[in-house]
């Protein structure tokens, strides 16, 4: 069974910065394509950023690109996201998932499986 605890979410305002951290419990770590998934209030929760097993491929949702950067470190068993020039319509509750030998735009995309979450971590971006 693989644990996943997210980090690092908080109060920005409009334009300012942050960084996820989702870290996992597991030691086959690098089996494991990872994604950053979010769900604002009203909304149906959508994939934001995912990351191959290794790490040499990567995904972003239109929204986001040019601003947001995933990255891992299998070594420490952690998926980060940056976060940079947040907007308001980022405003949401942030969730890790994971999934065995999948790539990471099948991970990210609506019809995607994920097979494991982790319990989330809040973003809020106002003035």
């Known amino acids: 069974q693989l644990q996943l605890v997210e980090s690092g979410g908080g109060l920005v305002q409009p334009g300012g910065s942050l960084r996820l951290s989702c870290a996992a419990s597991?030691?086959?770590?690098?089996?494991?394509?990872i994604g950053w998934f979010r769900q604002a209030p009203g909304k149906e929760r959508e994939g934001v950023s995912c990351?191959?097993?290794?790490?040499?491929?990567?995904y972003y949702v239109d929204s986001v690109k040019g601003r947001f950067t995933i990255s891992r470190d299998n070594a420490k068993n952690t998926v980060y996201l940056q976060m940079n020039s947040l907007k308001p319509e980022d405003t949401g509750v942030y969730y890790c998932?994971?999934?065995?030998?999948?790539?990471?735009?099948?991970?990210?995309?609506?019809?995607?499986?994920?097979?494991?979450w982790g319990q989330g971590t809040q973003v809020t971006v106002s003035s």
């Open positions: 597991t030691f086959t770590f690098d089996y494991y394509a």
């Open positions: 998932a994971a999934r065995r030998l999948t790539t990471a735009q099948t991970l990210c995309v609506p019809t995607g499986r994920r097979d494991y």
């Open positions: 990351i191959s097993s290794s790490g040499g491929s990567t």
